[in-house]
């Protein structure tokens, strides 16, 4: 069945597909400017640039599946939705999110050993405050992911945007802004 592309464009679910893809984009060059502009405040740490790519990753990764797994569990009703909350019997989220955190410290942990060793390697110093940095911006971005996955499911169900079109995109993007702007916090923090 062929569609014209004026009724693709009125099509609901084009039209938050194309919404949620873009928002996302737009998140994305907020994140890479923000970069730009605390680039000497990142590089007053050896190594954080080895550092912030597999973190970014490491969000981006751990978010996804998160975002997949709960709107999967929605979709197929084992989270409900009752007048606009979340009714989570099995506490699927509550296990999602738990997961999450873990993975998160855990592999950012793994993460800033990596990067102080290539440091070590590369330029014989010991850059304890790369690990440091690693686990706190975790710590930092995983408090505020969490509390954002909630609030963003409970807005798409307020506003009837369909979650597994319009969650992943946007959920991703906004785990790049935040964690770019928890390593900032963290470089501040601690230097």
Not at 41 to 53: K, S
Not at 64 to 82: F, Q, V, W
Request: net charge positive; with cysteine.
């Amino acid at each position: 069945m062929k569609m014209s592309l004026m009724r693709l464009i009125k099509d609901k679910e084009f039209k938050e597909l194309f919404s949620s893809e873009f928002l996302s984009v737009c998140i994305g060059l907020i994140s890479g400017s923000l970069i730009g502009i605390f680039r000497n405040n990142i590089a007053i740490i050896p190594g954080l640039f080895i550092l912030l790519p597999g973190l970014m990753e490491l969000r981006g990764s751990i978010y996804s599946i998160i975002s997949s797994r709960i709107t999967s569990a929605i979709a197929l009703g084992d989270i409900k939705i009752k007048n606009r909350k979340l009714i989570d019997r099995k506490l699927i989220l509550v296990k999602n999110l738990v997961a999450a955190v873990f993975l998160s410290l855990a592999i950012s942990s793994l993460l800033g050993l990596i990067s102080f060793f290539l440091v070590l390697l590369l330029s014989k110093t010991k850059n304890y405050m790369i690990i440091y940095l690693a686990i706190l911006s975790s710590f930092i971005s995983t408090i505020i992911l969490v509390i954002l996955i909630y609030l963003l499911i409970l807005y798409l169900i307020k506003k009837d945007l369909d979650i597994d079109i319009v969650f992943g995109p946007i959920f991703t993007s906004l785990g790049d802004i935040v964690c770019v702007t928890s390593i900032i916090l963290s470089v501040i923090i601690l230097t």
